[in-house]
């Protein structure tokens, strides 16, 4: 069974603070890590994504996420918030071969306060 | 380049109407996807495509809901008859291949009375 946890349905900072999402995985196999926003009303936008090599991938608007193997972990981080992050964060995680979708975590709403 | 777009963005259906979503995939992909989004249940797979070809169908929404791709660039999702419980947003998206990495569409929020 694959699972993806996020054990933090809500998170609060405020503007200009470090920020880190956390996110657990079960999974067999060889696999795809990422990460997207949603923001109120829309659709799903990819932050970013891990398959090998660097655990620590970079992403769009100064995100980044760490790969964990021994924690089964893929936390995304940002050093400095903006209030346009806020914003509903997935973390999923997916097959790299053959017949694939990505399994999402509940998400973590992320607000920004100013 | 144009992303995914669906139609319509909002639907209003009486219990027991039929619905249909549309969709457009990014020009190219040929993987296609349908999820349902609800705050109790979050993301749900409704159905999967690769080529046209129907690759997994979600087992728990079988009964009343039908996905189709009728060609490479447009996909259609109904619902028949809709219930009270279907209210939520449908999302589509896409790839080229197994990338790892789904381009969205906006969603279509679809509210059953």
């Known amino acids: 069974t694959q699972t993806v946890s996020q054990s933090d349905a809500h998170v609060t900072v405020f503007e200009g603070d470090s920020v880190e999402l956390r996110c657990n995985y079960s999974?067999?196999?060889?696999?795809?890590l990422s990460w997207y926003i949603q923001h109120h009303g829309h659709g799903l936008q990819f932050l970013l994504k891990?398959?090998?090599?660097?655990?620590v991938v970079q992403g769009v608007n100064g995100f980044e996420a760490e790969f964990s193997k021994s924690d089964s972990s893929f936390h995304l981080r940002k050093a400095s918030v903006h209030w346009s992050d806020s914003a509903v964060y997935f973390c999923a995680v997916s097959a790299s071969s053959g017949s694939w979708q990505l399994i999402f975590g509940s998400g973590t709403q992320l607000t920004v306060m100013p | 380049d144009a992303g995914v777009t669906q139609t319509p963005r909002h639907e209003v259906a009486e219990k027991g109407q039929t619905i249909i979503l549309k969709c457009e995939p990014v020009s190219g992909h040929n993987d296609l996807f349908w999820y349902r989004q609800t705050k109790i249940q979050g993301l749900e797979l409704l159905s999967y495509?690769?080529?046209?070809?129907?690759?997994?169908d979600g087992g728990a929404f079988k009964d009343r809901f039908k996905a189709e791709m009728l060609n490479s660039s447009f996909s259609t999702l109904k619902i028949q008859p809709t219930e009270p419980k279907d209210s939520a947003v449908y999302l589509c998206a896409s790839s080229f291949g197994n990338t790892g990495q789904l381009y969205f569409g906006e969603g279509s929020k679809l509210t059953v009375l």
């Open positions: 891990y398959y090998s090599g660097n655990p």
């Open positions: 999974y067999g196999g060889s696999i795809y």
């Open positions: 495509f690769r080529s046209k070809s129907l690759m997994e």
